[in-house]
């Protein structure tokens, strides 16, 4: 079992770009959630994605947006970048009902410049 | 909504000693769960232990265990014997089981295991 992988693993992009970031969960997982760690702080809640329709947003704006596959694999967009947007972006993946044993992929570092 | 405060940003000890990472939570929900986890340098967070609020009893998982105390919304981390290996960010978490399901973290605190 590959656990949660994520893609890719770096990746540095110019102010105003947009960026694609990529999630497949455990095996048998069929619910994802986002998360933004941002440097030095605890990871915020994005949004969370299941039978392929977003279930529930965090504090974030309407720039950062999803999408997850009938294969239960997500991504996640963000547009109009901002130098703000630099930080680690952490998949977790869950069986839906049961989130108190979600487990995280390694994460994506995205740099802005 | 739920807020995490973890109070102490690094902490340090030497190996094979006693340590203990302080949590408090704040949330008007009686049913939830509180979580430790692990970030090492590798980034991924690792679950290291989880308490169920409606259980009393304190979780604990080979060398490490938590004091829970629902009253005063505490929930700190005690490494026995620590090892090398402990070294990383370890973040506390609450979740509740209604509606989605989305974790909350604290800021987390940096320990560092002296050789």
């Known amino acids: 079992d590959a656990g949660v992988t994520q893609s890719p693993t770096h990746l540095i992009k110019t102010r105003g770009q947009q960026v694609t970031l990529r999630c497949s969960p455990k095996?048998?997982?069929?619910?994802v959630s986002w998360y933004q760690q941002a440097l030095g702080q605890g990871p915020q809640f994005i949004f969370q994605?299941?039978?392929?329709?977003?279930?529930q947003r965090g504090n974030f704006p309407d720039r950062f947006s999803g999408h997850q596959f009938p294969n239960y694999s997500s991504e996640l967009n963000v547009n109009a970048l901002l130098l703000g947007d630099s930080a680690l972006y952490l998949c977790a993946s869950s069986l839906q009902g049961h989130n108190t044993e979600a487990f995280f992929g390694q994460g994506t570092r995205l740099t802005v410049v | 909504a739920q807020t995490v405060t973890q109070s102490q940003p690094e902490m340090s000890v030497q190996e094979a000693e006693t340590v203990t990472l302080s949590c408090t939570y704040d949330?008007?929900?009686?049913?939830?769960?509180l979580f430790w986890y692990k970030q090492p340098p590798s980034r991924q967070m690792i679950l290291v232990i989880r308490?169920?609020?409606?259980?009393?009893q304190n979780a604990t998982e080979n060398r490490f265990s938590v004091n829970f105390q629902k009253a005063a919304k505490s929930f700190s981390l005690k490494i026995s014997d620590s090892q090398l290996g402990d070294t990383a960010m370890y973040f506390c978490a609450f979740l509740t089981p209604l509606g989605y399901e989305k974790l909350t973290f604290g800021t987390g605190t940096r320990l560092t295991i002296i050789p």
């Open positions: 095996s048998g997982h069929d619910t």
């Open positions: 308490q169920e609020a409606y259980k009393q």
């Open positions: 994605y299941y039978e392929e329709e977003e279930r």
């Open positions: 949330t008007s929900e009686s049913n939830y769960y």
